[in-house]
């Protein structure tokens, strides 16, 4: 073989391999791209499944993960990360914990999502969620079936419906108040710095379970403090269906409803009223609109008070500053007075961050971690106010799983008229002190509904 | 295990025929051809469901979000399968409703698809709700209609939702070029990759065809090796036969004069030693009767016997001339032919090798004439020549024939000797055949290369002509001298193959 036949062969190897490089590399690069990233689904972790209904809930949960892994709270730090997996490692003990976002919408999606991870290899050790009362008792209930050494721990971070601890019975604890709680701090706080009632009405939403429950507790609560007024239980009102727009941003009220929120602001003019709207969403703000369209002349407008549940966050009464007619009150969700500069603009910071906190440090614990050793581990978890890892305030829960009494949230107050929110918060002695204007309007952020 | 067989078995062929080269070319071009095929086949409609994906998946994600409540259609869906009452239906309707009102309010913010009516379809396709509840559409033919499926539980029967949609036109236009292009370009792909396929194969065709070719030329080349080979044997052969038919003529001839002249001499001899006549013919007749005892009649027998030789002779002349005609004839056809053997053209031998053969082929008559003939030693080492063969042979042999035909004058045996000196410096190499003879005639010595010069009679001296001519034809050049005490020697000179030189050099 000549010198040229050899060189020409070599040059045309040469050529084939690369071009068969070249071939091989552009079929196979996704491949070989997704076998040289690390998937954090396969990486061994305590698993944690956290269900919100949208990715702003995840990307909220983000953020009060990152708080609570800060170098400050010496929690933990996060090790790696992917678009709906986090894996953070605790301190000092070095143990990971990975959680998940399971986008799950609506009741049958999320109990068939439980379903899908209770019968996986390896349940999560916890659940965290979620936006919602109905769905938060789906997740209770579907984990309620689970055999105890495989059911997953519910932590709830805003859902305070009363009878959702009893659906798991052991198996949920509750990081925000209650409904009974909420409604006994509200009355309270009404009862220390306005005249009591003598009407009180309260309208229930009767397709929503959160409704009829803080509807009850607020019966409770007014027949404790005010044991004369009149309480008047409106559950006919949204029953129909929603249409039109209004300027609140949501459907215009009914004709059953603007002549319920006329009645009830000609009432008041006369009759000290304290209307409680343990409501949520749209019907809220349709009622808010009608209570607005009926608004008296100014100078008959005192004796009206609306209380809202948790149903309406703080974010939104931002909104209603200079729009309403009629003043608000309604938990403020968190204590503004304890929280500190890390938790940002965003309140769900502090309940979530102090959910992440709370795993982090019971996984720490934990060798080797099982589910029955983390729902004991949790249940007595008790991080003072004063430790890091808190968020201002103590993390402990009682027998029940309900967050115990000392992790008080303030209430907030809008004025009509008023051009910035107030809160109030207990002194040392349990007594609600005078509403005083939110120290930067940013401290509170928005919340879910319940 | 067949078909692995034959697979193996057409690779080993390919590979035989076309090289490793060529079953690498081979496999490039058929997987480019597959390569080309199968994304043809599975990427040419990736656009038009790409946009099916896209559509699907919008109104999939749009219709799971849920209400104030946390429940989504899919939950009433479930709700009224379950338990299809009034209330449950008119839940379901709400549902719808306000999925349609948030499409509306998010109109502005939907840019892609332009949802137009809802229907709820139960398992038996019959419709549980619908939005808006009446409405014709002035262009329902351009609707799109995608069927969204609501209850997955099982045990559930399968309701559905089904939207008449519009995509967009722009977005739509941009999906259709997209799709133009990528049928465009993959068509491409697979006519090039088809063609060079197409390629492929004609070149293996082509190879095919080129090595039955070169199997013939092969065979054509030792065919004319063999001829060439052939005619230089045969030339030899033809050589000698020539020169022992010119003996064997000579020696015809004087027995001839020997019989014509045997008669007469005995009588002129038996006068002159005085026998009287009477006695002279009884000595004639007894040596006729005696000659008749022993079977010989010298008159009759013995001339036509001499007669028959001559005739034979002849014939021998005859045939050898032809024999020479062929060779030459073919000699002459090899020598226009371009792709003759190697014998015919100018290879690299060592003189050693030529002398060799030449001593061979002369071996007969050296030993006929009581001659010796000796290759020198130094021959051996003498580099190679580039010399025709045959030619050369020829040459040394016309050289030792001439040789042998010398006589000295007191009869003692002619001693030959070939030898080879070789003078690197200009690459020259000398073949020199030298014996102790008489040596030439200095009258003769300046003309001896030319035709007819010779000493041995009329018809002789065309034999160192052809030496002079096939030497120089050959690039060489030949001369003869004479010894300073006796004997002479002819010198032919060569010179080095290239090869030679260079290695040397």
């Known amino acids: 073989m000549s010198w040229e036949r050899r060189v020409a062969s070599v040059l045309l190897a040469g050529m084939g391999v690369a071009l068969g490089s070249a071939l091989m590399f552009m079929l196979i690069h996704d491949r070989l791209s997704a076998w040289s990233r690390v998937d954090p689904r396969s990486t061994p972790a305590a698993d944690v499944a956290v269900f919100f209904i949208e990715r702003s809930g995840w990307k909220r949960f983000l953020d009060g993960l990152a708080v609570a892994t800060s170098p400050e709270r010496s929690a933990g730090s996060i090790v790696l990360a992917s678009d709906d997996v986090v894996i953070a490692e605790t301190s000092p003990n070095r143990r990971r914990v990975r959680f998940s976002w399971e986008n799950a919408r609506g009741r049958a999606e999320t109990i068939e999502s439980v379903r899908r991870l209770l019968s996986s290899p390896t349940p999560p050790i916890a659940i965290i969620g979620s936006s919602n009362t109905l769905l938060t008792n789906a997740l209770a209930e579907t984990t309620a079936v689970a055999s105890p050494r495989r059911a997953p721990m519910l932590l709830v971070p805003w859902a305070t419906s009363m009878p959702l601890l009893e659906r798991h019975r052991g198996g949920v604890v509750r990081f925000c108040a209650n409904n009974q709680t909420v409604a006994d701090d509200l009355v309270a706080g009404l009862a220390t710095h306005r005249p009591l009632p003598q009407r009180v009405v309260i309208v229930v939403d009767p397709r929503d379970p959160y409704s009829l429950d803080l509807a009850d507790c607020f019966e409770r609560a007014v027949a404790a403090a005010a044991p004369s007024a009149r309480v008047e239980r409106r559950g006919d009102l949204l029953a129909r269906p929603s249409s039109g727009r209004s300027d609140l941003g949501a459907s215009a009220p009914s004709i059953e409803e603007q002549e319920f929120a006329r009645e009830v602001r000609i009432t008041a003019a006369t009759t000290p009223t304290w209307l409680f709207l343990p409501i949520q969403g749209e019907p809220i703000r349709r009622l808010f609109a009608a209570l607005n369209g009926a608004a008296p002349p100014r100078s008959e407008r005192r004796g009206l008070i609306v209380v809202c549940g948790d149903g309406i966050g703080p974010a939104a009464f931002e909104s209603f500053v200079n729009a309403l007619t009629f003043p608000i009150w309604a938990p403020a969700g968190l204590s503004v007075t304890d929280r500190r500069g890390d938790l940002g603009t965003s309140g769900d910071s502090q309940v979530l961050a102090e959910i992440a906190a709370a795993v982090l440090a019971v996984v720490d614990d934990l060798d080797p971690i099982d589910h029955e050793a983390f729902r004991e581990r949790l249940s007595s978890l008790k991080i003072s106010a004063s430790d890091p890892r808190s968020m201002g305030r103590p993390i402990a829960f009682t027998s029940a799983g309900e967050r115990a009494r000392e992790s008080s949230e303030d209430l907030i107050v809008l004025e009509p008229g008023s051009s910035e929110v107030s809160y109030l918060a207990r002194d040392g002695l349990g007594i609600w002190g005078e509403p005083r204007p939110i120290p930067g309007r940013a401290a509170i952020g928005d919340r879910r509904t319940p | ?505």
């Not at chain 2, 913010?109 to 709700?129: H, K, N, Q, Y």
């Not at chain 2, 739509?172 to 006519?191: K, P, S």
């Not at chain 2, 050589?239 to 002249?261: A, K, M, Q, Y």
């Not at chain 2, 004439?369 to 130094?378: Q, V």
């Open chain 2, 1 to 505: 295990m067949k078909i692995a067989r034959g697979i193996i078995d057409g690779f080993d062929h390919l590979r035989r025929m076309l090289g490793w080269q060529g079953v690498m070319i081979a496999l490039i071009t058929l997987a480019s051809f597959l390569f080309g095929t199968s994304m043809l086949i599975s990427e040419a409609t990736r656009p038009r469901r790409t946009r099916g994906q896209v559509v699907q998946s919008l109104l999939a994600g749009w219709i799971r979000s849920p209400d104030y409540l946390g429940l989504n259609l899919r939950d009433y869906t479930l709700e009224f399968a379950r338990s299809p009452g009034e209330e449950e239906h008119a839940r379901l309707r709400s549902a719808l409703e306000r999925l349609g009102e948030d499409l509306e309010r998010r109109e502005s913010e939907f840019p892609l698809i332009a949802v137009e009516r809802l229907e709820l379809v139960d398992p038996s396709g019959r419709t549980v709700a619908r939005r808006p509840e009446r409405r014709e559409f002035a262009q329902r033919d351009r609707l799109e209609r995608v069927s969204l499926p609501l209850v997955a539980e099982s045990g559930t029967p399968g309701f559905a939702l089904l939207v008449d949609c519009r995509v967009v036109p722009e977005i739509d236009a941009v999906f259709r070029a997209g799709e133009e292009y990528d049928v465009r370009v993959l068509r491409a792909l697979f006519g090039l990759s088809g063609f060079s396929l197409l390629c492929f194969g004609h070149m293996v065709l082509y190879v095919r065809d080129l090595r039955e070719r070169v199997a013939r030329e092969s065979a054509r080349e030792a065919v004319l090796d063999l001829a060439d080979t052939t005619c230089h044997e045969l030339g030899n052969v033809a050589f000698v036969f020539s020169n022992e038919r010119r003996n064997l003529t000579g020696h015809i001839d004087l027995i001839d004069r020997f019989i014509g002249l045997e008669r007469g001499v005995r009588r002129t001899a038996a006068r002159r030693v005085g026998l009287d006549e009477p006695t002279i013919e009884r000595l004639e007749t007894a040596i006729d009767r005696e000659y008749e005892r022993n079977g010989i009649a010298p008159d009759f027998e013995i001339a036509r016997s001499v007669r028959s030789a001559g005739e034979v002779c002849r014939q021998l002349a005859l045939c050898s001339d032809y024999i020479t005609m062929t060779v030459r004839e073919l000699d002459a056809h090899l020598a226009r032919t371009p792709d003759a053997g190697t014998a015919r053209t100018s290879s690299r031998i060592a003189p050693i090798e030529l002398f060799q053969e030449a001593a061979t082929l002369m071996a007969p008559r050296v030993a006929r004439a009581s001659a010796t003939l000796e290759i020198a030693p130094d021959a051996e080492r003498a580099p190679p020549i580039l010399v025709v063969r045959h030619l050369m042979v020829h040459a040394l042999v016309n050289l030792i024939k001439n040789a042998l035909e010398a006589s000295n004058a007191d009869g003692s045996p002619i001693r030959i000797t070939l030898s080879a000196e070789a003078n690197p410096k200009i690459g020259e190499v000398v073949l020199i055949v030298a014996d102790d003879g008489p040596g030439i005639a200095p009258e003769i010595l300046p003309r001896l290369f030319q035709e007819g010069v010779s000493t041995k009679g009329p018809r002789r001296g065309r034999g160192l002509a052809i030496v002079k001519e096939s030497v120089r034809a050959q690039g060489g050049s030949i001369l003869a001298e004479n010894a300073p005490d006796h004997g002479c020697a002819f010198r032919i000179t060569m010179y080095e193959s290239v090869e030679n030189s260079n290695q040397e050099s």
